[in-house]
């Protein structure tokens, strides 16, 4: 059963592909010299929470940053291959990374709230990529802020300031803040690594839910958070001194019946109990 | 030996800053002893009169601050392109530390060098004649460094997660710098250009021969041939008539102002900074 399941998996990264949100063929990404990524090879299919487990330092969060051109910020990162979202290369010249960036949204480990009113933060971006009129927005940040499961919560405070939520309200008013600019595809970078258990199962419960209008890309150091929401994963592994996907497959197989040594001993690691 | 040195050399020390400190509480301490006799509610409302023996210093203190509010609006704009191009648009650290040095070079310009240059500029070639903007110019090319080089200190304390966040959401880089890089690090323009303006506004030296004169001007009625007096002048040529002792104690006078002056634009950039050195320890 097990192995019919891998098939499907391999089977899944060949075929899927034409459709796949993102595509990535032979990326390599080097920073001074040394290689951080070689020859990763993944695709992601639309609708669906694509998890990235693997050791620290492997690599995880610079192959999901190669997924939006984050990477462009940092100079010396060098990247190369293809990656592909809806089917058009990001790295192509005729695409803008701005607009880019702005169909894809993205969560950082610690939420990122800028010091301004909650409403401020939730419209932070939309305001700027589109014109609309005061009443839109409205009707936008409360949209948004619903769909993050927030609203009930700050309905009566929107002016007062959002370094004043706990962390927990912050992380889910970064998700509202990337879901008012209605983004196709989300990523996440260890998004409930900050927060206490309760936190996490909000953000857990939001991501089963996203996932019927939104491509996810998570990833995470909880195994049990793995087995909880995701659907596919894939394992960075450290091979040769530099970062690669060592196994892919539906979640459940990967996670019972690993086939590939390095994800095995990452599995049987303390760090990777539920 | 070891116990010996541990007491000396902190010994040492503190006779040092002793030094320092009883230097300033000293000057402070003749200054005003000297000078608080000469003021009076009427040494701030009313001119000068008889060549500086009598009357105030209304037009005189007018003067260097309207020299210090042009040189406040003209630095900060130039400033802040200066301190973004540094931070901000340059990526190669070569070019950066190349735009650091002519900022340090800049600042080791010597202030009549600065006079001599704005008066050959303005004064001769423009023909502006003695003009009170001539003196916001040069005294906004004198605080240029300190006002760029607090912006780019603010700008480079600005947790990377801002930047990276607001590149997330699909932002260009003008909108960037718009909402999330001025907006945090305005501080900045206000610390330097405080702590600038507290040296800048006593000197002499910029404005002597381009923008102030010692007697005859009120308030600035244009550019051309529109000079100001001020402060700094004010005392250069008491001070060289100061045998006459009525002149001495208006003298006196205008420098404590000059001094109030200068202390309380120190004062106003403390808290800026104060909230600088906070947020770095944050």
Redesign the interface.
Known sequence: MMKLMHKEAESHDTTASADATFRVRNLNVTARGKTLLRDVNVSIAPRQVFGIIGPSGAGKSTFLRCL?R?TD?T?EIRVSGDVRFEGTSVRDPSVDP??????I??L?Q?P?V??KSIIENVL??VR??RRLSRGVLAEVAERALREAALWNEVRDRLNDSALALSVGQQQRL?LA??LA?EPEAILMDEPTSALDPKSTQAIEELILKLKERHTIVLVTHNIGQARRVTDWLACICVRNGAGTVAETACCDALLENPQCQEVVEYLGSGSSLP | MRRASNVIFPALCGVCALLACALLVGLVFVIAQRGVPALSWTFFTDQMRQVGSAGGIFYNLLGTLILIAAALVISAPIATGLALTQAVYL?SASARSRLGLFLYTLNGIPSIVFGIFGFIVFVKFFGWGKSWLIGGILLALMILPTVTVSLIERIRALPR????????????QS?IIW??ILP?SWSGLITGSLLGLARAAGETAPIMFTATIFAGASLPHGIRESPVLSLPYHIFILAQDSFDPGVGAKLWGSALVLLMLVFALSMIALPFRLRLHDEAHA
């Open positions: 939006n984050l910020l100079p701005d607009a880019l960036r702005a169909r949204g993205f950082f610690q990122v800028f010091p932070f971006g700027r990529l970064c803040r990337a600019s | 990526r997660k801002y930047i990276e966040a607001a590149t997330g959401l699909g932002l260009r909108q909402s999330v945090q």
